[in-house]
T-cell receptor, first 114, second 112 residues
Framework: GAGVSQSPSNKVTEKGKDVELRCDPI?????LYWYRQSLGQGLEFLIY????????KSGLPSDRFSAERTGGSVSTLTIQRTQQEDSAVYLC????????????FGPGTRLTVL | QKEVEQDPGPLSVPEGAIVSLNCTYS??????FMWYRQYSRKGPELLMY????GNKEDGRFTAQVDKSSKYISLFIRDSQPSDSATYLC????????????FGQGTTLQVKP
């Protein structure tokens, strides 16, 4: 079946602009995770969703970052007033349920902030 | 000190070699351990998933967990050029959130 998809695959934006990154999880997966992968920091957790709620937002780097999930499916990660340090690959993963189920990753969105 | 340490390499081996990849960690509460493989400009894909200490084998891949030493390993036998990728170890943070914490990743090149 279809895996996790993300769009856009690449995004180049100017400093100060807002960007929206989209994640389509595997159908039927109730858990959805966002991670960020950058050269200096490796792969780091940002936020997760159980259904439509986000119990843990502690990984978001600043209040410029927000995420939502609607209908228990698609999720959007929004970065406001982008900064150059936001340049990274943003990865989405989904799993059947929150906890120890295998997380399946999407291909990522490569964000470049000029 | 990071919670999970992994030598970033790069590691270069000839085709057919046995490859050993390793991670150390500091939190003794970790129980679930994973190895992901990531090709360039792709998302990570799960290779091996183990619980607690012990060995698990799948084809040419063997994962080992030694909780007493807080040390995990991935062995690749008869390595192939197609195994050239970055290998990431990961552990589930014991908080019932499913949050993964990753090593830095080791870049492996298998030369024909």
């Amino acid at each position: 079946g279809a895996g996790v998809s993300q769009s856009p695959s690449n995004k180049v934006t100017e400093k100060g602009k807002d960007v929206e990154l989209r994640c389509d999880p595997i159908s039927g997966h109730t858990a959805l995770y966002w991670y960020r992968q950058s050269l200096g920091q490796g792969l780091e957790f940002l936020i997760y969703f159980q259904g439509n709620s986000a119990p843990d937002k502690s990984g978001l780097p600043s209040d410029r970052f927000s995420a939502e999930r609607t209908g228990g499916s698609v999720s959007t990660l929004t970065i406001q007033r982008t900064q150059q340090e936001d340049s990274a690959v943003y990865l989405c993963a989904s799993s059947l349920a929150v906890g120890t189920d295998t997380q399946y990753f999407g291909p990522g969105t490569r964000l470049t902030v000029l | 000190q990071k919670e999970v340490e992994q030598d970033p390499g790069p590691l270069s081996v000839p085709e057919g070699a046995i490859v050993s990849l390793n991670c150390t960690y500091s939190n003794s509460a970790f129980q679930y351990f994973m190895w992901y493989r990531q090709y360039s400009r792709k998302g990570p894909e799960l290779l091996m998933y183990t619980y607690s200490s012990g060995n698990k084998e799948d084809g040419r891949f063997t994962a080992q967990v030694d909780k007493s030493s807080k040390y995990i390993s991935l062995f690749i036998r008869d390595s192939q050029p197609s195994d050239s990728a970055t290998y990431l170890c990961a552990m589930i943070v014991p908080s019932n959130t499913g949050k993964l914490i990753f090593g830095q990743g080791t870049t492996l090149q298998v030369k024909p």
